[in-house]
C-alpha cells in the first residue's frame, strides 16, 4: 500500500479515535429517541428477572418531530447578497436562480430534511454538495445537493480550529484527491488498473 493510502487510513483512525465518545452518544440519542433503552439497565434486569414487563411510552418521538416539523416549515435556503465592487442587483438575482435550479434538480429538501431530523435525533446531521456528469457522452458536469442517509459515516478533522470548519481535511476529501491523481496516472495497464481498482476500494470504504 502507498504512503498516501497509509496516510489517509491514518487519518482516519485519528479522526474515529478522536469522536468516538461523541458516536456512542450519538447512537444512544438514536435509539433513545425510537423508543429503546428507556429503561435503565439495572432496573430493566431487574424487572426482567422477575418476570414484570417495561412498558414504554415513547413521548421523546412526539417532541423531535415537532421541531423537525417546525424546521421543515422553515426550510434552509441559499441566498446572495450583491456586495463588493462590480455586483448589483441583477446579477445577485442570476446566481440565485441558479442556486434555485441546483436545489429543485437535486431534490435538495430531501437532503435538508435528512440532515434536520438528524440534527434533533442524534446531534449532528449533514449533507454534501457533489458534482456528476450530465450523460455518459458529455464531460459536462451539474452540482447536486445530496444526502447523508447516515451522519455517522461524516468524519471531523480533530485539528480544526474554525467554527464552520472550513479549515478541515477530511479522510474523503483526501481520498477524492487520490482517486483524481490516479485517474490521470493510469495508462490502461494491468498493474495500473489493479492499482486503481485498489484506490477506488478504499474510496468507497470512506464514501458517506
Not at 92 to 108: D, M, P
Not at 187 to 195: D, E, Q, Y
Request: negative net charge; aromatic residues 6%.
Amino acid at each position: 500500500m502507498s504512503e498516501t493510502l497509509l496516510a489517509c487510513l491514518k487519518f482516519m483512525r485519528v479522526a474515529e479515535a478522536a469522536e468516538s465518545e461523541t458516536r456512542k452518544k450519538a447512537v444512544a440519542a438514536l435509539r433513545f429517541a425510537s423508543g429503546e433503552n428507556q429503561w435503565p439497565s439495572s432496573i430493566q434486569v431487574q424487572r426482567d428477572l422477575e418476570n414484570r414487563p417495561c412498558l414504554t411510552i415513547n413521548k421523546t418521538d412526539a417532541f423531535c418531530r415537532q421541531v423537525i416539523n417546525q424546521m421543515r416549515q422553515q426550510r434552509t435556503r441559499m441566498t446572495v447578497h450583491p456586495v463588493g465592487d462590480g455586483a448589483d442587483v441583477d446579477k445577485a438575482e442570476v446566481i440565485k436562480g441558479v442556486l434555485r435550479h441546483i436545489e429543485v434538480n437535486s431534490n435538495a429538501d430531501i437532503a435538508y430534511d435528512t440532515a434536520s431530523e438528524f440534527q434533533v435525533r442524534a446531534g449532528r446531521g449533514y449533507l454534501r454538495v457533489a458534482h456528476r456528469y450530465i450523460a455518459e457522452d458529455s464531460f459536462d458536469q451539474d452540482i447536486f445537493i445530496d444526502a447523508v442517509d447516515n451522519p455517522l459515516t461524516v468524519f471531523y478533522d480533530p485539528q480544526s480550529t474554525s467554527p464552520d470548519g472550513l479549515d478541515e481535511i477530511t479522510p474523503n476529501t483526501m481520498a477524492d484527491e487520490i482517486v483524481e491523481t490516479a485517474t490521470h496516472r493510469c495508462n490502461g495497464n494491468a498493474r495500473s488498473s489493479l492499482a486503481m481498482a485498489n484506490i477506488l476500494e478504499f474510496r468507497n470504504r470512506l464514501a458517506p
